[in-house]
């Protein structure tokens, strides 16, 4: 008997009820004064479980316990939640589902993260030795390197031939490399702060690169033709998708509704679950996620245009890496992606924008070259 429940009309104690119902235990009836009433509450142990099922008040069991997060899932099979979903399948997943049954995420289930809202910040390109200010060659030489080796996607070695044969230029390969390390550190923080808000729809994906040999993930997320988050991981894990989310929500109106549009990526999902759990909006985020490459359902038809956005991005993004064939260092592959970005918000017209820039500075405006674009914004981000 629970020692919390009493008569509802006298309120007697615990001492003086019993069950009216035999194995049931659902009715209690009052000594003192002969009252029948039902618990409120199903007694529980709470040393047994953490998690309950919200619809049908079962314990949630330990299911996956990852690095990341411990999954909690309702075993109960008649649990409403998993009658519903169950519902809505139709006559051949039914089949599947009979011999397939992991195939199909029926059964409610609850995430407990293991990192908090603290960690999820987008890495920056690392602080570079050498000042900019201290190069040994001028700025229009700085400008010359980015617009050729970033704007134009030239690798480091034939900027560095074109500067010479061009120019008369005399620098190495490395020396590209170090100015283009240097310069992402500062436009990091540029992009950021000025990529403005964001429509109430933003599509994302990752796509992958190679860093020394080993594959990496690029995230991107774009919103009104701006990109609004950037992120690189050795995984497609829960913690980069989730702070990239969050990097991309970062400037928006709380009150505003976002819908996130992406692929079949399970990571996705689980971050707008941790978004809204910690209530980073006012407005609960959703997610619509575009399968395959037909439209087998409805979700897919109605935003795969969405979905043919950051997909054109990505292979704008890979048509810029694509001669440097990978990366010698992370640090190496997050500074080229740093100015990427800045590369296609402030600098790269677009067609579709009437040849305007997504993001327009009125400081860029009266500048006819690239390169001196470059070192205006360097200029403005120191």
Wanted: net charge positive; with cysteine.
């Amino acid at each position: 008997m629970p020692h919390s429940e009493k008569c509802v009309v006298c309120g007697a104690p615990n001492i003086y009820l019993y069950y009216n119902d035999g194995k049931k235990r659902t009715q209690l009836r009052c000594k003192i004064c002969w009252t029948l009433f039902t618990i409120s509450k199903r007694h529980r142990k709470e040393n047994k479980t953490k998690y309950w099922c919200p619809y049908c008040e079962y314990a949630l069991y330990k299911w996956k316990d990852e690095k990341l997060c411990t999954i909690y899932k309702c075993g109960n099979d008649n649990c409403p939640d998993y009658l519903k979903q169950k519902e809505k399948l139709n006559p051949n997943e039914k089949d599947i589902q009979k011999t397939k049954n992991s195939q199909f995420k029926l059964r409610y289930q609850y995430r407990e993260y293991h990192f908090q809202p603290s960690q999820l910040k987008i890495p920056s390109p690392q602080k570079p030795t050498v000042e900019l200010q201290n190069i040994h060659k001028s700025s229009n030489t700085l400008g010359l390197v980015l617009a050729f080796h970033v704007s134009l996607g030239i690798t480091a070695r034939k900027t560095a031939y074109l500067l010479k044969s061009i120019f008369s230029i005399n620098i190495s390969y490395q020396t590209v490399l170090n100015y283009a390390e240097s310069s992402a550190f500062y436009c990091h923080n540029f992009n950021l702060k000025n990529k403005g808000k964001t429509d109430d729809i933003i599509c994302g994906d990752e796509t992958y690169i190679k860093i020394s040999g080993h594959r990496a993930y690029t995230f991107l997320f774009i919103s009104n033709h701006i990109i609004t988050a950037y992120n690189i991981d050795y995984s497609r894990d829960v913690l980069p998708a989730t702070a990239s989310m969050i990097e991309s929500l970062r400037y928006n109106d709380k009150k505003q509704k976002i819908t996130f549009i992406t692929d079949g990526n399970p990571s996705y999902p689980s971050a707008i679950l941790f978004i809204n759990k910690n209530k980073l909006t006012d407005i609960p985020v959703s997610i619509k996620q575009v399968i395959g490459l037909q439209n087998n359902d409805v979700t897919s038809e109605e935003f795969r245009p969405f979905k043919q956005v950051i997909e054109r991005l990505n292979r704008t993004y890979k048509a810029h890496i694509r001669q440097a064939s990978g990366f010698n260092s992370y640090n190496g592959a997050m500074a080229y992606t740093t100015l990427f970005v800045t590369h296609y918000n402030f600098l790269r017209p677009h067609m579709s924008l009437d040849y305007q820039t997504p993001v327009q500075i009125s400081e860029l405006e009266n500048i006819p070259t690239l390169q001196d674009k470059w070192i205006k914004i360097l200029n403005m981000a120191m």
